[in-house]
């Protein structure tokens, strides 16, 4: 039985990359944990719930760490709080852009993270990596599959900490953009990755 469940993104909103699938790629092939499961999550809000409950119903891991991509971050965010709303900026990958919509009819307002947040940011911040501690996951499609972990472990009494974190962009995605914002090197996303996973484990 898994342990630990790692879970990133396809690339979506015009981009050829995505940095939380390029940190799971990286972390499946160099550095994996012991009893690690990755997963790369299509953008596609009519799959996601299904795969997300799927994986966690038949891994039951200790933990579930998902990953995402937030344009205009300068830091690793470690997201507090899922609600359950719909709300995209943007279509996702299949076309769909539901509108204040809830992710669960009659499901509760949102959940807060069943992972240490305040330790998990320490934890970044002492390996000497920028982070910090945001409310809510927005309501795209990391919020969508941060609610639907959370509902699931607390319907079906999963013993699974969920926890979220927005990943800045990767240098190479603003490199042909006039006005670049800020971005982050992969490797040390993944270092901040690991100390998140270390923080994790100690409390």
Known sequence: MA?????????????????????????SSNGKPAGAVTAILPVDAARVPG?????????????????????GYAALSVERVAIN??????PDNAGMQPIDEPIVQDGPAAYFSTAPVRAVVDAIRTAGIPANLSLSAGAYLCN????????????????????????????????ADPRPGPTMALETMCAGVHAALDACRSV
């Open 85 to 90: 709303l719909c709300d995209f900026r943007i």
């Open 144 to 175: 969508m599959v941060y609610y639907m972990a959370l509902h699931v472990c607390a319907t079906r009494r999963l013993p699974t900490r969920c926890l979220f974190i927005h990943l800045p962009s990767l240098p190479a995605q603003s490199s």
């Open 51 to 71: 795969m997300i409950t799927d994986l966690l119903l038949d891994l039951q891991p200790d933990l579930c760490l998902m990953l995402g991509q937030a344009n």
């Open 3 to 27: 342990t630990l469940l790692i879970t990133g993104f396809e690339p979506f909103g015009g981009f050829a990359v995505n940095p939380s699938q390029e940190v799971v790629k990286r972390l």
